[in-house]
């Protein structure tokens, strides 16, 4: 058959028009995330299919500070205004003992209800540190009253053991209990000694190097160390004749403040002026020393709780901080009171507890990790 050349053209087009009409009509493939069931990993997709920005997270840092989600519970406890607490230990009872040193009481708080009690000390005490002794009293070095002074936690009965009258103004500072149930104790103008509280028997040392006795301890074999804050070293003390031998950390002038042996009876030490935390070996000698995270640490209170893990007290940073020995990192958990001054740590199993002077409160982090 013959077909003229408009008919032709005419059927071109309507095939043309077909052809471009299928095209419009077909869907689009549907866009979707891989499949992770094949061990690959899902790339998230925005509402508009296309994969958002990955998250990306930080290298592992020698110190960091938790973020609300690793953060221990912190809390504190208000004490009475003006009472400026020092030092604090926790009590056998589950409370906790503080030496109020400006208004010259021994306090004793309830964490679970908030409820306080306080000891007048007597006329002029300015008590220092406060530890529990093996009676399961506290035991406090009082600079004003410059006596060792014990309180029956039972009938709250004040006990003094005052130093000898030429021993004056010793300014006293911190004691330690050794292996025989000898109370040893510093006062930062030149002495340390001893008490024999079974006989009340008391002996007062003239300190090597003179000015600087502060923080004292015990290891758990028993032996006796204290730091010299203004003589910048720390001294081992022979239970048996009374004498202290001088041991000089690596860094002078560091200015160690106070000492806390961990269970393997290493000695730890807060050097406040150099910002530091050392540790030294009785067994070999050795020392080790780290500076604290931060611009201008200052290094004052330091303690070894249960796990080994060491705490100390950051004026520069109004921060507690962690040092774990075995990973040689920090943590840093901010103080939530400004200018707190935390001048002594101490614990029980799962909590650390600080004396904030600086805030008229004691806090206490609560770490849940117990033995």
């Given at each position: 058959m013959h077909h003229t050349p408009l008919r032709c053209c005419s059927l071109l087009v309507i095939l043309l028009l077909l052809f471009l009409t299928s095209c419009v009509s077909q869907p689009a493939p549907p866009v979707t995330a891989p499949d992770a069931s094949a061990g690959e990993t899902a790339i998230p997709l925005t509402s508009a299919g296309v994969p958002s920005e990955p998250e990306t997270s930080s290298p592992a840092a020698?110190?960091?500070?938790?973020?609300?989600?690793?953060?221990?519970?912190?809390?504190?406890?208000?004490?009475?205004?003006?009472?400026?607490?020092?030092?604090?230990?926790?009590a056998t009872d589950g409370g906790v003992w503080y030496t109020a040193q400006a208004s010259g009481k021994l306090g004793w708080l309830d964490p679970t209800t908030g409820e306080i009690r306080e000891t007048e000390l007597g006329s002029g005490a300015r008590p220092h540190g406060v530890i529990v002794g093996p009676d399961g009293a506290p035991w406090i070095t009082d600079g004003g009253l410059n006596a060792i002074v014990r309180v029956d936690p039972a009938t709250n009965e004040v006990q003094r053991f005052d130093l000898p009258p030429d021993r004056p103004n010793a300014n006293l500072n911190t004691a330690a209990f050794d292996g025989n149930g000898i109370l040893w104790f510093t006062g930062q103008n030149g002495i340390y000694g001893r008490l024999d509280p079974a006989i009340g028997e008391m002996q007062v040392y003239d300190a090597p190097q003179g000015r600087g006795p502060y923080g004292i301890d015990a290891t758990p074999?028993?032996?006796?160390?204290?730091?010299?804050?203004?003589?910048?070293?720390?001294?081992q003390i022979d239970l048996g004749t009374g004498e202290a031998t001088v041991i000089q950390p690596p860094t002078s002038s560091q200015g160690a403040r106070r000492v806390w042996a961990d269970s393997q009876g290493h000695i730890w030490v807060s050097e406040w002026d150099a910002g530091q935390v050392g540790v030294y070996d009785p067994a070999s000698g050795e020392w080790r020393e780290w500076p604290l995270p931060g611009d201008r640490p200052q290094a004052y209170a330091v303690y070894v709780d249960e796990q080994d893990i060491v705490w100390l007290s950051d004026f520069g940073a109004n921060a507690l901080v962690s040092f774990d020995p075995t990973t040689e990192t920090f943590t840093t958990y901010p103080l939530p009171s400004s200018s707190a001054s935390v001048r002594q740590i101490l614990g029980r199993p799962g909590e650390i507890w600080g004396a904030e002077s600086g805030a008229d409160k004691l806090i206490v982090i609560r770490t849940g990790v117990t033995d």
């Amino acid at each position: 058959m013959h077909h003229t050349p408009l008919r032709c053209c005419s059927l071109l087009v309507i095939l043309l028009l077909l052809f471009l009409t299928s095209c419009v009509s077909q869907p689009a493939p549907p866009v979707t995330a891989p499949d992770a069931s094949a061990g690959e990993t899902a790339i998230p997709l925005t509402s508009a299919g296309v994969p958002s920005e990955p998250e990306t997270s930080s290298p592992a840092a020698e110190s960091a500070t938790p973020t609300s989600a690793t953060l221990p519970a912190v809390q504190e406890y208000a004490v009475p205004p003006g009472t400026h607490p020092h030092d604090v230990a926790p009590a056998t009872d589950g409370g906790v003992w503080y030496t109020a040193q400006a208004s010259g009481k021994l306090g004793w708080l309830d964490p679970t209800t908030g409820e306080i009690r306080e000891t007048e000390l007597g006329s002029g005490a300015r008590p220092h540190g406060v530890i529990v002794g093996p009676d399961g009293a506290p035991w406090i070095t009082d600079g004003g009253l410059n006596a060792i002074v014990r309180v029956d936690p039972a009938t709250n009965e004040v006990q003094r053991f005052d130093l000898p009258p030429d021993r004056p103004n010793a300014n006293l500072n911190t004691a330690a209990f050794d292996g025989n149930g000898i109370l040893w104790f510093t006062g930062q103008n030149g002495i340390y000694g001893r008490l024999d509280p079974a006989i009340g028997e008391m002996q007062v040392y003239d300190a090597p190097q003179g000015r600087g006795p502060y923080g004292i301890d015990a290891t758990p074999a028993g032996q006796i160390f204290y730091a010299s804050l203004a003589g910048s070293h720390i001294a081992q003390i022979d239970l048996g004749t009374g004498e202290a031998t001088v041991i000089q950390p690596p860094t002078s002038s560091q200015g160690a403040r106070r000492v806390w042996a961990d269970s393997q009876g290493h000695i730890w030490v807060s050097e406040w002026d150099a910002g530091q935390v050392g540790v030294y070996d009785p067994a070999s000698g050795e020392w080790r020393e780290w500076p604290l995270p931060g611009d201008r640490p200052q290094a004052y209170a330091v303690y070894v709780d249960e796990q080994d893990i060491v705490w100390l007290s950051d004026f520069g940073a109004n921060a507690l901080v962690s040092f774990d020995p075995t990973t040689e990192t920090f943590t840093t958990y901010p103080l939530p009171s400004s200018s707190a001054s935390v001048r002594q740590i101490l614990g029980r199993p799962g909590e650390i507890w600080g004396a904030e002077s600086g805030a008229d409160k004691l806090i206490v982090i609560r770490t849940g990790v117990t033995d």
